[in-house]
């Protein structure tokens, strides 16, 4: 993230989600996630790829890739705390 260069996605169409806000933990003998830099979904129509760009100066950076450009919503979910972007599976709804 950052850098300028493109971010290549599977799909017709990319839905940017910028997290801002975020802390880590103060426990400094936690471990970091260790999640993977691209995710392809096999049971779902419209999203084809999940790409993380990174973290810079606070703001957390991933790329969808969607077969159509459709509505989606934004949840927060506690317990644990978790962030859910709900894309429609097709513009029809």
Not at 15 to 25: P, T
Not at 37 to 56: C, I, M, Y
Request: proline share 8%; net charge negative.
């Amino acid at each position: 993230m950052g850098s300028g260069d493109p971010i290549s996605v599977t799909g017709g169409y990319a839905l940017e989600v910028f997290v801002l806000g975020y802390g880590y933990s103060r426990n400094e003998s936690a471990e970091p996630s260790q999640a993977p830099q691209s995710l392809s979904p096999t049971r779902t129509r419209n999203l084809k790829q999940a790409v993380w760009d990174g973290e810079f100066e606070g703001v957390l950076h991933w790329v969808l890739g969607l077969e159509e450009r459709v509505d989606f919503r934004v949840l927060s979910i506690p317990n644990p705390p978790r962030l859910v972007v709900d894309v429609c599976t097709t513009s029809s709804g």
